[in-house]
C-alpha cells in the first residue's frame, strides 16, 4: 500500500541521519534504501508524484496531508527555496543518493544561493520554488509550476499585489507570506527561461497604476541587484523592497493618486505623506522588514539630500533605497500618466543621466543603463490579464 506520509518520514530519515553520518556510513546507505523503497512504492501507483512546503502544510498531488502539518523537514526545506518536489520518471538508487545529498547541502547552508535551486531538474527529479496562486479570499492554494511550460502573464501577481494593497489599506495589515511569494513568483518569471528576462507590466488603466508599478519596481530591482552581482537574499529583500515602496499610497485618497492634471500644493503635501505613511505600516508588522521600511521612507530622497521627506541632518540613504529610487523613477517615466504619455526606454535613460551624481547615485545610474541596454531583449511585455479586476478590493482606495 503506498503511503506519502511514510515516504516523506522517510526522506526526513534519511536527511537527520546524513547530517549525522560522513558518506558511504552504513547508516546512510540504509536510509536511502528505505527512502528509495517507499518511493517505489508510491511511483508503482502514480507515475509523476508533486509533494509541496507551503506554510507548514504538506501537499501531496493538491491534497492537504493534515497529518503532516508543521512537519519540521518540510518548514526546514521550504525555508532553503525547497518548496516543492516532483518526481518524473525512474530513478536510479545513485541519483536517488545524490538528490538527498544535494538537499543536506542546501539544508546545511552549504549551497547560499538558494535561487539557483529554482527549477533544477535533474535526474528525473524537479524541484524548488512553487509558484503560489492567491484566491479571491485571500488564502494561498498552490498550484502546479507552470514558468517551464509557459510564459506567466503575471495575471496572479498582479491579484495579489491588488489584494496586499487592499488588506494594507483597510486593515493596515501586511500579509508577509503573500508578499514574499509574489516577490518569488515573480523571480520564477524572471528565471523560468534559460536566460533571465524581465517581465515588466503594461498599464491598462489608471487606476491600476500603483499595482503594475509596484510589480515592475520589484522587477528592476532584483534584476539590477542581480546585474550588480549581489546573493540572492539581498536580491529578494530587494525585491520585497520594491514591492513594496509605495505602499503608503494605499492611505492617499484615490482622486488625489489618479488626478490628471496638476496637484494643487495642498494635494502635493498630501501625497508626499506616502513614504513616512508606507514605512508606518510596514515597522508596525511583525519583524523582517526594516530594509523595505527603509526603502519606503526614502525612496524620494535625492543623492543630494532633496526630495521628501526632508531630512533634518543631511545623512546617507541606504543602497537598497538608492537603488529602488532609480528603478521607481525609470519605470514611472515609462509609464502612460494622465498628465503625459509614457517616455521611451532612452529617453527615461537620458534623464537619469542628467540627474546622476544630483538626484541619483552616478554608479547605480551607469550599471542600471548598462542592464537596460544589455537586456533590451530579454523584455517581456506582460498584461496581467489573468486577473479578475473585480476579485479584491483595489490598489489604490
Ligand atoms: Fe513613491
Ligand atoms: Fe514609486
Not at 541587484?225 to 505602499?247: K, N, V
Not at 541606504?318 to 498628465?339: E, F, G, I, N, Q
Request: aromatic share 8%.
Amino acid at each position: 500500500m503506498s503511503d506519502p506520509f511514510r515516504y516523506l518520514t522517510s526522506v526526513g530519515q534519511a536527511l537527520a541521519v546524513m547530517g549525522l553520518y560522513p558518506g558511504g556510513h552504513p547508516a546512510r546507505e540504509r536510509a536511502v534504501d528505505t527512502s528509495l523503497d517507499l518511493l517505489s512504492e508510491l511511483t508503482a501507483a502514480e507515475a509523476e508524484l508533486q509533494f509541496s512546503f507551503l506554510d507548514g502544510e504538506v501537499i501531496y498531488r493538491q491534497q492537504v496531508l493534515r497529518e503532516m502539518r508543521g512537519w519540521e523537514w518540510g518548514v526546514r526545506l521550504a525555508a532553503v527555496g525547497v518548496e516543492r518536489i516532483e518526481f518524473l520518471g525512474e530513478i536510479t538508487r545513485e541519483e536517488y543518493a545524490g538528490w538527498l545529498d544535494e538537499l543536506q547541502h542546501l539544508l546545511a547552508g552549504e549551497t547560499p544561493d538558494t535561487a539557483e535551486v529554482r527549477q533544477l531538474v535533474s535526474r528525473g527529479i524537479r524541484y524548488g520554488l512553487i509558484d503560489v496562486r492567491v484566491s479571491a479570499a485571500g488564502g494561498t492554494t498552490p498550484d502546479r509550476v507552470s514558468s517551464l511550460a509557459a510564459f506567466p502573464d503575471l495575471g496572479a501577481e498582479v491579484q495579489a499585489i491588488r489584494w496586499i494593497h487592499g488588506e494594507a489599506g483597510l486593515h493596515g495589515r501586511l500579509p508577509l507570506v503573500e508578499v514574499e511569494a509574489v516577490v518569488r513568483s515573480l523571480a520564477v518569471a524572471m528565471h523560468g527561461q534559460s536566460q533571465i528576462r524581465l517581465p515588466l507590466l503594461q498599464l491598462k488603466a489608471f487606476d491600476q497604476y500603483t499595482t503594475t508599478h509596484s510589480s515592475n519596481v520589484a522587477v528592476l530591482a532584483m534584476a539590477l541587484s542581480e546585474y550588480l552581482g549581489l546573493g540572492s537574499r539581498e536580491i529578494c529583500s530587494f525585491g520585497i523592497a520594491g514591492l513594496l515602496h509605495d505602499l503608503g499610497k494605499v492611505r492617499i485618497p484615490k482622486e488625489i493618486l489618479v488626478k490628471p492634471g496638476q496637484f494643487t500644493e495642498e494635494e502635493r503635501t498630501v501625497m508626499q505623506r506616502h513614504p513616512v505613511e508606507g514605512a508606518r505600516i510596514i515597522i508596525e508588522q511583525e519583524g523582517r522588514l526594516d530594509l523595505a521600511a527603509f526603502v519606503a521612507y526614502e525612496h524620494h530622497i535625492m543623492l543630494n539630500g532633496g526630495g521628501y521627506p526632508a531630512l533634518r541632518y543631511p545623512r546617507d540613504c541606504h543602497y537598497a533605497s538608492k537603488v529602488v529610487h532609480v528603478c521607481d523613477v525609470y519605470d514611472a517615466l515609462c509609464t502612460d500618466r494622465p498628465y503625459r504619455p509614457a517616455w521611451t526606454s532612452e529617453r527615461a535613460l537620458g534623464y537619469l543621466a542628467e540627474r546622476s551624481g544630483l538626484e541619483f547615485d552616478p554608479e547605480l545610474v551607469d550599471v542600471f543603463t548598462r542592464m537596460i541596454r544589455d537586456w533590451e531583449q530579454r523584455r517581456m511585455p506582460m498584461d496581467g490579464a489573468a486577473a479578475p479586476a473585480a476579485a479584491a478590493p483595489p490598489a489604490e482606495g
